[in-house]
Structure formats: C-alpha cells, structure tokens
C-alpha cells in the first residue's frame, strides 16, 4: 500500500506560479514511479508528469512541457510538481498517483499504470 496526500492547490492569476506537493508513506519510496494527472471540469482525467522510481527518467505532457517541472526531494518521500506561467487553461483539481508494479509495459502517459491515488488538490487560475 501506498498513500498519498497532496497539498499546495490555490487560487492564483495567469502568469503566476504554484508548487504542488505530495507526501508518500507506506512503501520504500523507490519501489514506486510517481504520476501528477488533473481533471478539468466536465472533462476527463489527463496525464501531467511523471518521474521514474529510478528517478532517472521524466515525462511530460506537451501542454505543460517548459512551464511544469516534477521531482522527488533527497528522501524520496515527497514528490513535487513545480508551475510556472500557469494559465486558465491549467485550471483542474490535480492528482497525486503511484505506480508499484515491476516490469509493467503500460505508458507512463496512462493512468492505467497508476494503482494508488491521492484525493487531488484544486488549483484555479485566473484571466
């Protein structure tokens, strides 16, 4: 098992900045890789970032690459979603997700690689 709680959502206008953080417990941090989806209103759950167990590989949508950063800190339990030049189209209520399973060939794009979720924190951005 793993949990996962996020933090860090707000209200801010175009242009500013939010850190996302979330704090995993329950499994040795490098056992996981770790994924930020969002869900916009009315639409479905999409892939932001991911980073590797390994820490050695990161994914990103093409809608966030250059504006969004992810990373894990020196003790691996609490995994970042660092973003700039926020835009009201990023507004989503944003989802923390762990993926545990070894040797699994689903994308790091696909929530299907994902088997533990947090509750997700709103972030909203101004015009």
């Known amino acids: 098992q793993v949990q996962l709680v996020e933090s860090g959502g707000g209200l801010v206008q175009a242009g500013g900045s939010l850190r996302l953080s979330c704090a995993a417990s329950?499994?040795?941090?490098?056992?996981?890789?770790l994924g930020w989806f969002r869900q916009a209103p009315g639409k479905e759950r999409e892939f932001v970032a991911a980073l590797s167990r390994s820490q050695s590989s990161t994914y990103y949508a093409d809608s966030v690459k250059g504006r969004f950063t992810i990373s894990r800190d020196n003790a691996k339990t609490t995994v970042y979603l660092q973003m700039t030049n926020l835009k009201p189209g990023d507004t989503a209520v944003y989802y923390c997700?762990?993926?545990?399973?070894?040797?699994?060939?689903?994308?790091?794009?696909?929530?299907?690689?994902?088997?533990?979720w947090g509750q997700g924190t709103q972030v909203t951005v101004s015009s």
């Open positions: 997700a762990a993926a545990t399973a070894l040797g699994f060939s689903v994308s790091y794009y696909s929530q299907r690689r994902y088997n533990f």
């Open positions: 329950g499994r040795a941090a490098s056992s996981y890789d």
